[in-house]
């Protein structure tokens, strides 16, 4: 049984440029989270999504970044003229249909993306 | 706005000691705190989950224990062993959702042969 599986696991893009980064949940799961780990910094919560509904957005910065997860598909996270302090390590990690207090979720390995 | 803190930042042991990681956060009113693992380059692996109302969970080598009250975890680590050494991280849930995770920074564990 995969696991939460994200792609690509590295990224160069230059300043300006856009990043899309890839998540597909473990079979069954249909929440996805996406969480930000920026160097010296713990994970931080960025975005909850069901399919094709944004659910908590509230650790989205305002601009430049914006996040889907289709019916069918992955889900995406999307960073816009990418700056250099966009440069982190983007953890998906998913959870079943019904996720209770008592269950943890399931994360990815990352992509880590570096702006130059 | 709940703040996690773990002390020390980093640790180098023997092989075969028992160590303690600690972890401590700011507002008591979590649901449960969760312990991970992460390797160097990877993803995050639940070690433990620990809800409110309990004291202490273990698997294997690991305990972890959690006083709400005083806002404190901690992970203990028996026998440990090369393969122990990665990047422990504390998360606390405080929003009454399981995804909303507020995590520590973490410690670096070195276990030498």
């Known amino acids: 049984n995969a696991g939460v599986m994200q792609n690509p696991r590295h990224l160069v893009r230059r300043r300006g440029q856009e990043a899309r980064l890839r998540c597909s949940p473990m079979?069954?799961?249909?929440?996805v989270y996406w969480y930000r780990q920026l160097p010296e910094e713990g994970l931080k919560f960025m975005v909850y999504?069901?399919?094709?509904?944004?659910?908590?957005e509230s650790g989205m910065p305002k601009e430049r970044f914006s996040a889907e997860f289709p019916k069918e598909g992955p889900s995406i996270l999307r960073i816009q003229q990418v700056v250099r302090g966009d440069s982190a390590a983007y953890f998906c990690?998913?959870?079943?249909?019904?996720?209770?207090?008592?269950?943890?979720?399931?994360f990815g390995e990352g992509s880590w993306l570096t702006v130059v | 706005k709940q703040e996690v803190t773990q002390i020390p930042a980093a640790l180098s042991v023997p092989e075969g000691e028992n160590l303690v990681l600690n972890c401590s956060f700011t507002?008591?009113?979590?649901?449960?705190l969760q312990w991970f693992r992460q390797d160097p380059g990877k993803g995050l692996t639940s070690l433990l989950l620990?809800?409110?109302?309990?004291r202490e969970q273990t698997s294997g080598r690991l305990n972890a224990s959690l006083d709400k009250s005083s806002g404190r975890s901690t992970l203990y680590i028996a026998a440990s062993q090369p393969g122990d050494s990665a990047t422990y991280l504390c998360?606390?849930?405080?929003?009454?959702?399981?995804?909303?995770?507020?995590f520590g920074k973490g410690t670096l564990l070195t276990v030498n042969p």
């Open positions: 990690a998913s959870s079943p249909p019904s996720p209770g207090v008592g269950n943890t979720i399931y």
């Open positions: 079979k069954g799961h249909s929440h």
């Open positions: 999504l069901q399919k094709e509904n944004i659910i908590d």
């Open positions: 507002d008591s009113a979590i649901y449960n």
């Open positions: 620990i809800q409110s109302s309990q």
């Open positions: 998360a606390v849930n405080s929003g009454g959702s399981n995804y909303k995770l507020t």
